[in-house]
């Protein structure tokens, strides 16, 4: 079997008949001379005219030839038989070798891992390699990819292929495979093909591959026990002693069978603090939490753990919080006193009664408001030198939470107006009050709250606007957020508004100082490969780095530290959930099975025959040089 590298020139080829054309066109005619006796001259003349034809036919034909050839040539074709696939030598080759070093090659599949099942096949095909080959090893791992993707002539140094590792941020398997036809066109070989060694995670795939492509399993495992600790976070619980930390979290059982005393522990702060066991079901998702008691200011951080030894790099969810016992309020007011329900709340925010102050207008001013990690605003008159405060305040980022009150006044109307994107309608008081029909699931304020529907609501500003509502009763925001601060739109004084007497107020007034204190919800719940913005950073490991773009790319699981904050980065647990790839649309690409030593590898057994047809060429000008210089001798 014969194909052409460059096949686009192969119309060339007609141009064997141009000899053709002159030979027909182009003819000499004999001179006509008249003689007594010409019956003798007749007789050498044909004789003559049979050689000359026979040479001039010869020398068509050698030249059609060397056309011909030369065309052939340049369209390089290679020849393919099964025969040239005996042995051990073969022509030069290009192969893109890819391990997936994604975290569900980290399984334990018996004895071994996926990956280390994955290094012992691309051993075995690194020992078919010949010095005249080129090879570029790649892996899901983008980073890893920039340093060591430059092709290999001949076999790969076994320890580049021995220290692979598992990363936590892998490529998709459509990217690695795209990038592998990417760079095996900078291989100008004949002979190309791409060879992936998986545990074929079912995921998607390219539509087309331009370079033949072989998957190879790790493994023949395509059922798993896996289990893994998903989704912690943190929800404060509201006592009569003030405020405990509850961590809730979630167990996932990613196989079809039931696992019994599943082990799952809390580590905080450097410490194991509890340690439960439960059962869960096949593919069950099971919410459970632990709950701590935090004296000590500051950040804390850990994870939870459940104990799976199959599978380990998905067990543990790791998780942090800011702890200030005693936090400082004001309240900016010309009231004498502050609703009860609010004075409640503060007083189990601040832990002391004393952290608790009251300013009004005349004794504001910005020097007094910076050692406060809160404000609140409850006025019913409006004037310039608050409006002055206020602005200094949010010029520092610093969140400001405004009660608006049943009697406000043009002035504030405005200033709400201006600064949250709304417009009054009216306030609503009735005797049958209304269901709270929406609570911003995605908000860190109102994340906690259950059963919202059964929450009833009255006395509150009906208004309509563009701002983050992070409540709403019908289609009326009741508490609304934007740009650090929030404004609560009902009335705390009102006895007849059912939602301050619900358990859903106080988690929801809590967090709503916690979000604009700079506290718990400064961290992020950053999945690996997300960005921390900050020019210095302690990472997972201890190790701290000092950036000079203030940006920095998490490469792995754990608690990253900043000047500011403590920062949990968890995986997208996208790999947790095995479903083993069984076929492919793919053209160009094959799944193997078990033999696939005896299918990869096929495309090198093509010999490309140029230089032999290009040797033809020269030896056929030989030729025809050699015929000519006769002639003209004769």
């Not at 998903?230 to 167990?251: A, D, H, M, P, T």
């Not at 906690?448 to 289609?475: C, M, P, R």
């Amino acid at each position: 079997m014969i194909s052409f590298l460059n096949s686009g020139i192969l119309f060339l080829a007609s141009a064997i008949m141009v000899p053709v054309l002159i030979y027909l066109f182009a003819r000499k005619r004999p001179r006509r001379i008249v003689f007594s006796s010409i019956r003798f001259i007749k007789e050498s003349q044909q004789q003559q005219k049979r050689k000359i034809n026979l040479t001039n036919l010869l020398l068509l034909l050698i030249r059609m030839l060397i056309i011909l050839l030369t065309i052939l040539a340049i369209s390089r074709p290679a020849l393919k038989s099964e025969f040239l696939s005996k042995g051990n030598k073969h022509p030069k080759t290009g192969i893109a070798l890819i391990i997936d070093n994604s975290y569900s090659m980290n399984y334990l599949a018996d004895t071994q891992t996926e990956l280390e099942k994955a290094k012992e096949i691309a051993l075995q095909i690194n020992e078919m390699l010949s010095d005249d080959d080129q090879v570029i090893l790649l892996t899901a791992d983008a980073a890893w990819n920039e340093f060591h993707s430059n092709p290999i002539f001949g076999k790969i140094p076994v320890d580049l292929i021995n220290n692979i590792e598992i990363t936590a941020k892998a490529m998709p398997l459509q990217e690695i495979l795209e990038l592998a036809d990417a760079k095996m066109q900078e291989i100008h070989l004949p002979n190309r093909e791409t060879i992936l060694i998986s545990d074929l995670q079912n995921t998607q795939l390219p539509v087309k591959m331009k370079i033949p492509t072989f998957l190879v399993p790790s493994s023949n495992l395509t059922d798993r026990f896996n289990a893994s600790c998903q989704n912690s976070r943190i929800e404060n619980e509201i006592v009569k002693k003030g405020v405990e930390k509850k961590i809730s979290f979630e167990l996932v059982n990613h196989s079809n069978h039931l696992q019994q005393d599943v082990i799952y522990r809390l580590f905080l702060d450097g410490n194991t603090i509890a340690e439960k066991v439960t059962d869960l079901q096949p593919n069950q998702r099971k919410t459970e939490s632990f709950t701590v008691s935090v004296e000590e200011a500051g950040w804390h951080g850990g994870y939870v753990e459940v104990k799976n030894e199959r599978q380990i790099f998905d067990n543990r969810n790791y998780f942090s919080f800011h702890f200030d016992p005693s936090v400082r309020v004001a309240v900016l007011t010309d009231e004498q006193y502050i609703p009860l329900m609010l004075a409640t709340m503060l007083e189990i925010y601040c832990g002391n009664v004393e952290n608790i102050n009251l300013i009004s207008t005349d004794n504001i001013n910005q020097e007094t408001l910076v050692e406060y990690d809160n404000i609140i605003v409850y006025k019913k008159s409006f004037s310039g030198k608050l409006d002055f405060v206020l602005q200094q305040r949010e010029k520092q980022n610093k969140g400001i939470l405004f009660i608006a009150d049943k009697n406000l006044d043009s002035q504030w109307k405005d200033y709400f107006a201006q600064n949250f994107e709304i417009n009054f309608i009216e306030f609503k008081h009735t005797t049958s009050p209304s269901r709270l029909t929406f609570a911003n699931k995605y908000h860190p304020i109102t994340a906690q709250l259950k059963n919202i529907e059964s929450v009833e609501f009255n006395d509150y500003w009906q208004v309509k606007g563009s701002s983050q509502a992070l409540l709403k009763t019908g289609d009326f925001p009741v508490a609304i957020q934007k740009d650090g601060s929030c404004l609560w739109l009902f009335d705390l004084t009102s006895l007849q508004n059912p939602f301050l007497l619900n358990a859903a107020f106080p988690v929801f007034a809590y967090n709503s100082l916690k979000f604009l204190s700079d506290g718990d919800f400064l961290t992020q719940n950053l999945t690996v490969g997300g960005s921390i913005r900050t020019n210095a950073v302690q990472l997972p490991d201890g190790n701290e780095i000092q950036l000079s773009n203030n940006k920095y790319i998490t490469s792995s699981a754990g608690i990253y530290k900043t000047a500011s904050q403590s920062i949990p980065v968890n995986l997208d647990y996208s790999e947790s959930e095995y479903l083993r790839l069984e076929k492919t649309d793919t053209k160009n690409l094959q799944i193997l099975g078990e033999g696939w030593q005896e299918n990869i590898l096929h495309s090198r057994y093509g010999f490309e025959i140029w230089k032999y047809l290009l040797i033809a060429v020269l030896l056929l000008f030989a030729l025809e040089m050699f015929i000519v210089k006769r002639e003209e001798k004769k």
